[in-house]
Every structure is written in C-alpha cells, then in structure tokens.
C-alpha cells in the first residue's frame, strides 16, 4: 500500500529566508509525485509534479522539488520566502500502473511567513 | 467557465439528518473525486467516478453514498449524519491521472 509521510505539521519562517517541506512516501511500484497549495479558505491548488524525466521540478512562483528515489523523497523548497507563501502545503501520491488518477495526501505542512 | 462548484458553502445539520454535497464540473473531465479534509489528517478519498456511470469506493467511504449523474455532475449523500462527519468536503476532477486534479472550493459541514 500507499503512503506518504510529510515529516513537518508547521514550519515558521522568516520572509526571504529558504525554506524546505518534507515528503517521503512510500511504494512497491513506480510513482507520481504532486506538491499542492491551500491558501486560507480556498481549495487546493497544483504546485508542481514529477512524472519522469528531470528529477528536479519547479513551479511557476519559485519553489522547487526534487525526486529522490533511494530514499523515497520529494521534498519541496524555495530560496526566498513571501508572505504571501503563508499556506498550507500537501505532498500526493499515485502510482502509475492502471490506476484512476487516485491520490493519496500526506498530513500537511503549513509554511507560516512572519515579516 | 467556472471550473469546480460546491454547493452548499456551509451546512449544519444535527445527528441523523441526511443531505446531499452536489459538485459540478464544467471541464469535460472524466474523473471525479470526494475527499474530507480533517486537521492533521490531509486529505481522505471518500469515493471517486473514474468516468460517467461508474462510482467505487475509496479510503473513507463508510456513512457515505455517490451517484454520478452524468459527466458534469457527481453527488455525495450522508443518508444519517453523525459527529465523526464533521469536516471540509472537496470535490475534485482530472481527466487522468498523471493530469492535475482540479478541487472546488469545499463545503464545510458542521454535525451537531
């Protein structure tokens, strides 16, 4: 079975520092990965994935990912923080051998940005 | 073209009440999915429609029943509500399933 695991439930950090979100899932077969975003009240929102490829994945607003399949991580991180980045973060799981587009959710990590 | 919409936003309901989540999708998307959202849980798979006239039950599914009533809609009924039902409900679709899922907005159920 399944499972992902994100290893922080809060992480407070000061704006423009770097910052890391925790995922490690575990697998017997091949995997996609997601990071979604949930801003206060709203529902959630894609981040990135990883599909193949280039283990390292970005998004559009500077935060990145990196697929680490020996220690079956993916764990975000951006350079600089915002304010605005305040939110809640979900590492998700699927699995790539017919499946329905199922998605296992790790606990959540909320970024909290302080000025 | 709105994407995900919940209806209702908000709901209390008191023990054995039923109601009905509705969720509509203006995507085209095969798939569609409920989820319960609790503090320090993420995001629980209640049911999932992988395409229109097929429902099957996912993580959470006990007190809950889904019709797919055609490609646009996926319903998600408590026939008895009880306490533990109290949560975030949030609909989702994707049209597969390396693609991103698209949530709506959540209804937030209250059940005294």
């Known amino acids: 079975a399944q499972s992902v695991t994100q290893l922080d439930s809060q992480v407070p950090v000061f704006e423009e520092a770097p910052v890391e979100l925790r995922c490690n899932y575990s697998?017997?077969?091949?995997?996609?990965l997601f990071w979604y975003v949930q801003y206060p009240n709203q529902g959630l929102q894609l981040l990135l994935k990883?599909?193949?490829?280039?283990?390292l994945v970005e998004s559009i607003n500077g935060f990145e990912a990196e697929f680490n399949k020996s220690q079956t991580s993916f764990h975000l991180r951006k350079p600089s923080v915002h304010i605005s980045d305040t939110a809640e973060y979900f590492c998700?799981?699927?699995?790539?051998?017919?499946?329905?587009?199922?998605?296992?959710f790790g606990q959540g990590t909320t970024l909290q940005v302080k000025p | 073209n709105a994407g995900v919409t919940q209806t209702p936003k908000f709901q209390v309901l008191k023990t054995g009440q039923s109601m009905t989540l509705q969720c509509a999708q203006d995507?085209?998307?095969?798939?569609m999915y409920w989820y319960r959202q609790d503090p320090g849980m993420g995001l629980r798979l209640i049911y999932y429609s992988a395409s229109e006239g097929t429902t099957d039950k996912g993580e959470v599914p006990n007190g809950y029943n889904v019709s797919r009533l055609n490609k646009r809609e996926f319903s998600l009924r408590l026939e008895s509500a009880a306490p533990s039902q109290t949560s975030v409900y949030f609909c989702?679709?994707?049209?597969?399933?390396?693609?991103?899922?698209?949530f709506g907005p959540g209804t937030r159920l209250t059940v005294l």
């Open positions: 697998s017997s077969v091949s995997v996609y």
């Open positions: 989702a679709t994707t049209q597969g399933f390396t693609d991103t899922q698209y």
């Open positions: 995507m085209n998307h095969n798939s």
């Open positions: 990883y599909l193949s490829g280039s283990t």
């Open positions: 998700a799981v699927t699995h790539g051998s017919g499946n329905t587009g199922k998605l296992i």
